[in-house]
């Protein structure tokens, strides 16, 4: 088995061409890349369900705020062509800045509602920038079918609207969080934490689980289950939290009394380091 890396709109267009003819299903996996098992479940499922599978590796300079990570977030390409190779990828599209820009970006695509609350609140632009970066690829490698993780809610619910209120044809795909043993979801970013932040970080995962909890046993007020996973939260000296709140799992707008399906989802700052995580009862 062999995976071809392309870094041009042109080939990769070229490539899925044959395919596309014979009719076989495309699946698209975008990713920022430095992929670790919770990417490799979303390709696995795309494997399943797709004739030929594309993973896109590009960060995305727009999404990053200005005091942002994007300079020093990692970029082993080799490494993780060979993962994609092992896992049955077909093609890798892996664009620069300036094949994906190649002119001042004059066009962007947002959904102001489902981006208004949680890390919306708190990373101005991110979801317009992720939103107009995904309907490029999109556009682009026009699958039929595309894969995101529940363990970024809320940019899997602006995907969704955007496909949904655009008549996009592509169906979107959501994939279970995947974790560590100890809770801890997997995220590119975890590789930023010393041995110590590390060790505090699966109670992030703890507190959603205790607030997660309370709704179980019949809790109906947010501010009582909010209540619950902050006290988790403030056990732990080296965890700032950023947000911790209860939003409808479709508009991700914050719910009066939890009634039907809520999201529980929470971002914190561990050092340097900013982790989010979130589950749905
Ligand atoms: P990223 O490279 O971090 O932008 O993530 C690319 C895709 O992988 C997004 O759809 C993420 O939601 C998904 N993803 C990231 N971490 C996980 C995880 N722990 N489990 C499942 N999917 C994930």
Not at 109 to 120: A, D, I, K, N, T
Not at 122 to 148: E, S, W
Not at 230 to 246: D, H, M, N, S, T
Not at 268 to 276: A, H, P
Request: net charge neutral; hydrophobic share 40%; glycine share 6%.
């Amino acid at each position: 088995m062999y995976v071809q890396a392309v870094h041009t709109v042109k080939e990769i267009r070229d490539n899925l061409e044959i395919a596309r003819r014979a009719g076989q299903v495309i699946g698209l996996i975008p990713t920022m890349g430095a992929l670790h098992a919770g990417h490799i479940q979303n390709i696995r499922t795309a494997r399943k369900e797709c004739g030929l599978v594309v993973v896109s590796i590009f960060v995305n300079p727009l999404q990053f705020g200005p005091n942002e990570d994007y300079a020093r977030y990692p970029r082993p390409l080799a490494e993780d062509l060979e993962m994609c190779r092992k896992n049955g990828v077909d093609v890798v599209f892996a664009p620069t800045v300036d094949e994906m820009y190649p002119f001042p970006q004059l066009t962007f695509v947002e959904s102001p509602r489902v981006s208004q609350h949680l890390c919306g609140a708190h990373r101005p632009g991110h979801f317009r920038a992720v939103a107009t970066v995904v309907l490029k690829l999109f556009n682009i490698v026009q699958p039929h079918r595309a894969y995101f993780g529940e363990k970024d809610a809320q940019q899997l619910a602006v995907i969704r609207a955007m496909t949904r209120d655009l008549n996009l044809p592509i169906r979107i795909v959501g994939v279970p969080t995947v974790r560590e043993a100890d809770g801890l979801a997997l995220s590119s970013r975890n590789q930023y934490l010393g041995p110590e932040e590390r060790r505090a970080a699966p109670t992030l995962y703890r507190s959603l689980q205790e607030a997660a909890g309370r709704v179980r046993s019949g809790e109906t007020d947010p501010a009582k289950v909010c209540e619950a996973g902050l006290a988790v939260l403030k056990q732990e000296p080296l965890i700032r939290v950023q947000y911790f709140e209860l939003v409808d799992p479709v508009e991700m707008q914050p719910v009066g009394e939890v009634r039907s399906p809520v999201l529980i989802a929470a971002a914190v700052w561990i050092g340097s380091t900013r982790l989010i995580d979130n589950v749905l009862v």
